[in-house]
Nanobody, 124 residues
Framework: QVQLVESGGGLVQAGDSLRLSCAAS????????VGWFRQAPGKEREFRAA????????YYADSVKGRFTISRDNAKNTVYLQMNNLKPEDTAVYYC?????????????????WGQGTQVTVSS
């Protein structure tokens, strides 16, 4: 069992940065890949980034490559999403999720545990 809590969202202007955190509890977290997804009103949940269990492999959606960086600190049971050069189209609720299957990291349906989400709003 894994419990996830996101934080770090907020209202920023275009070009600004935010760092989202995903704090986890549960003894299996350090062996589990974690992903970040976003969901805008009226749209499906969309993959942003994922990281494998030891942080050595990362995966990104094309639209965030070069702007977002995912990382993890297993000693702190936390995964981060550093978001730079934010754009108004990045506005959404951002969720972190844990994937115990260790595959299908870009597909929300393969994730087993989800946080409650944190709102990110980017004004133009």
């Amino acid at each position: 069992q894994v419990q996830l809590v996101e934080s770090g969202g907020g209202l920023v202007q275009a070009g600004d940065s935010l760092r989202l955190s995903c704090a986890a509890s549960g003894r299996t977290f350090n062996n589990t890949p974690v992903g970040w997804f976003r969901q805008a009103p009226g749209k499906e949940r969309e993959f942003r980034a994922a990281i494998n269990w030891n942080g050595r492999r990362t995966y990104y959606a094309d639209s965030v490559k070069g702007r977002f960086t995912i990382s993890r600190d297993n000693a702190k049971n936390t995964v981060y999403l550093q978001m730079n050069n934010l754009k108004p189209e990045d506005t959404a609720v951002y969720y972190c999720a844990a994937n115990t299957r260790r595959y299908g990291l870009e597909l929300s349906s393969f994730y087993d545990y989800w946080g409650q989400g944190t709102q990110v709003t980017v004004s133009s």
